[in-house]
DNA sequence: CTGATTCATCGCCATATGACGATGTAATCA
DNA sequence: TGATTACATCGTCATATGGCGATGAATCAG
């Protein structure tokens, strides 16, 4: 039973790593992992990341179908990730935790250029 | 529209966020995201944070099919996040960075602790 | 009031994905 | 040698997902 390499006293994998072990918060993380793992939906969060948005801006931007648009922004809505100020007929949206989910997307930005470079690059 | 980007006075989102804005480039990210967006890959990561381990007890710990867990290794390993070394007739599976790879999983914990929370909770 | 704009939602469709069992290959054991 | 174990892969199926257009509600312009 080669298992307990963290030395100690039988340390938990939740108190080591951090992050959760029960299946229900480990589909609470892949949750809110899933609606960043779109690249429509990470174009919205960067363009939000510049400030305030009305969604046929996004729309245009982006290039898509106005409903297309809307269904992301549900979807990064249901997961807290933006939030929409109504303005007239319009929807102001903005990043709901800017500095949080610009450090979760840095992160996986340093992990990508590492897994990707040693495979690929020099 | 304050759109005046690339300008190289303007700052550009890629510059103010470190996040790169190509659609490429984005897909990538989106990738790895997406290879973390499933509760039992995240599961095997979590797993694996502890140590080598091999398939079929990655099988026995998430109480899937072979194939299944085997499927799942493959996309990982396909993201560059584990690494497999033969063994005899099995494969020891690890983290391929360890720590790169938690930091992403714990600024995903720290975001959604901020987004769940003040939705449901006080 | 009438028309235009903005956004959310619904229905639909093509594709992607996760689950499984079955099969094939390589390595270990009797 | 033959049998067993460990793993990868293939084929299949049910479901999820992203895309679009159409529709409806709300707001603003005239």
């Known amino acids: 039973m080669a298992m307990n390499q963290q ?7 939740a108190e080591v790593t951090g992050v ?3 299946v229900d918060a480990l589909s609470a993380v892949a949750g809110l992992l899933h609606a960043l793992s779109d ?7 960067e363009h ?3 400030g305030e948005h009305r969604v046929v801006d996004l729309t245009a931007h982006l290039g898509l179908a106005q409903s ?3 269904k992301h922004l549900a979807c990064l809505r249901d997961c807290g990730l933006v939030v ?15 500095e949080l989910t610009h450090a979760v997307l840095a992160a996986t930005v340093r992990l990508l250029d590492v897994t990707s470079g040693p495979c690929g690059a020099a």
Chains 1, 2 share one sequence.
């Open 48 to 50: 939000l990341a510049l």
């Open 7 to 13: 030395g100690g006293t039988a340390p938990d994998v």
């Open 68 to 70: 297309t648009v809307s």
């Open 39 to 45: 690249p429509n939906r990470l174009a919205i969060l």
């Open 20 to 22: 959760p072990t029960e």
């Open 84 to 98: 929409s100020r109504p303005s007239g007929r319009a929807s102001m949206i903005s990043l709901a935790q800017p």
